[in-house]
């Protein structure tokens, strides 16, 4: 154990109780993904104004560019903000789509509450097998693990399907008993990234298919469900982006309605990335266009910042119903 670090020394909690709260709430815990300070204090600052418990999540690529020896003191910074601010809300710090028991290791070793191992590229007994294997590793250290079943299509980050393929119900209890997994990820009809469905003027969205969902509750009940790429592509800032500079035609998301019902159901954790990237990239380029002297990353990032905590407090209030439950 030499050379590790606890995440309670953080000051950091695993997702049990949050879990546990979300589920007897019918609410979803949000789990945004950072890169960067500005984003991480975002974050924080607009679950602490919404009294919302949150989960600090990062990929394997995201902790690479953070840095994984510094990482760890960003997320102990945003638990002591928390505090500073007057507020008592449960921040987790959580790995998102790790692929392998090297890296969800050596998360855990460095103050990781959580962990996810993503093994559905796998066939089933592999994914297991690999599951298990970091499940009883971070079990030995009190660290919570999401695993998946089911590929959802899209990029983001180094995530990457050009298929997707919804979750099996039937192979649902198997997985969580032979794993002994905290959460589960389904494939329901949720992408990864901005570009999320192929849907031409006047068409809508194809709904999420919350048949497989209640099969899946049916199938294990009372157990935590987890949302990847599940963020709307807010149409303001996708609209924001083109008018200043930017190209993104075509961009769409899922339907925020439908995520506040998958909220309300046995979805306890949605994992948000693409939005909040949108709200910072449409702030920036609105402040290139409008200013285009300046050149101080205070007066770019700072209005960015500020409408992150906006758009977290209107997730959180509106679509994930987890204001105030902190």
């Not at 979300?22 to 679950?47: H, K, T, V």
């Amino acid at each position: 154990m030499a050379n590790t670090t606890h995440y309670k020394e953080l000051g950091l909690v695993n997702t049990k109780d949050m879990f546990k709260q979300a589920m007897e709430g019918r609410y979803a815990i949000p789990a945004y993904n950072f890169n960067n300070m500005e984003q991480l204090q975002g974050f924080i600052i607009g679950c602490v104004e919404s009294r919302s418990p949150v989960i600090l999540q990062v990929s394997g690529s995201a902790r690479k560019y953070a840095d994984p020896i510094f990482l760890p003191f960003m997320a102990m910074g945003a638990v002591r903000m928390v505090k500073a601010l007057g507020a008592a809300i449960p921040v987790a710090l959580h790995l998102d789509h790790g692929d392998t028991f090297e890296l969800a290791k050596s998360c855990i070793d460095s103050g990781f509450s959580s962990v996810m191992l993503d093994g559905s590229h796998h066939p089933f007994e592999e994914n297991a097998e690999l599951t298990r294997q970091v499940v009883d590793y971070a079990h030995e250290r009190d660290v919570t693990v999401e695993g998946e079943l089911g590929v959802l299509a899209g990029i983001e980050d180094e995530v990457s399907h050009e298929v997707s393929h919804y979750t099996k119900p039937e192979e649902v209890e198997a997985f969580v008993e032979k794993t002994g997994v905290d959460s589960l990820a389904i494939s329901i009809g949720t992408s990864h990234g901005a570009y999320k469905f192929k849907v031409k003027p006047g068409e809508e969205v194809p709904p999420l298919r919350f048949d497989i969902l209640e099969e899946v509750a049916r199938r294990v009940p009372d157990f935590p469900i987890v949302l990847h790429g599940a963020s709307a592509v807010i149409p303001e800032y996708v609209k924001m982006i083109n008018e200043f500079g930017g190209k993104m035609d075509d961009a769409v998301g899922i339907p925020e309605e439908q995520l506040r019902k998958a909220a309300s159901s046995a979805v306890c954790k949605i994992n948000i990335d693409s939005d909040g990237r949108l709200a910072m990239t449409a702030m920036i380029r609105k402040v290139f266009a409008e200013k285009p002297s300046e050149f101080d990353p205070r007066k770019y990032l700072g209005p960015a910042r500020d409408e992150l905590i906006k758009m977290v407090k209107h997730k959180n209030e509106n679509v994930l119903g987890s204001a105030g439950k902190a």
